[in-house]
């Protein structure tokens, strides 16, 4: 794992915790460069858990993310962990719906 990640997965995500919040929450422990939330806010698909992936400007944002491990957030504890950037852009290819 490239240490100087700046993506973290973000899984057990509440089915009715929206981007928004997503974007919220992290944007107190860094400048969010891109945000994604699978499924998405609009997908006609029933929903019973998101994974969220949150790529920062700034590396050092990726450790601070983690001390929101077993956080809980809406109804869930979330679990955060720092995500292989090269594998992002395969990642959401993977997942264009």
């Known amino acids: 794992m490239n240490s ?4 973290i997965q973000v899984t057990n995500v509440s ?3 929206t981007s928004e ?3 919220t ?3 107190f422990l860094g400048n969010i460069e891109e945000l994604k939330l699978f499924p998405p806010d609009d ?4 929903v019973t858990s998101r994974v969220c992936f949150v790529k ?3 590396s050092e944002s990726v450790g ?7 956080t809980v957030f809406v109804d869930r504890a979330l679990i955060v962990v720092p ?3 090269e594998m992002l852009a395969k990642l959401f290819t993977a997942w264009r719906f």
């Open 43 to 46: 997908s006609p698909l029933p």
């Open 83 to 85: 995500f292989a950037e």
């Open 15 to 17: 089915p009715s915790t």
């Open 64 to 70: 601070v993310s983690q001390h929101l491990t077993n």
């Open 21 to 23: 919040q997503m974007r």
């Open 4 to 7: 100087n990640t700046h993506v």
């Open 56 to 58: 920062f400007l700034e």
């Open 25 to 27: 929450l992290f944007g």
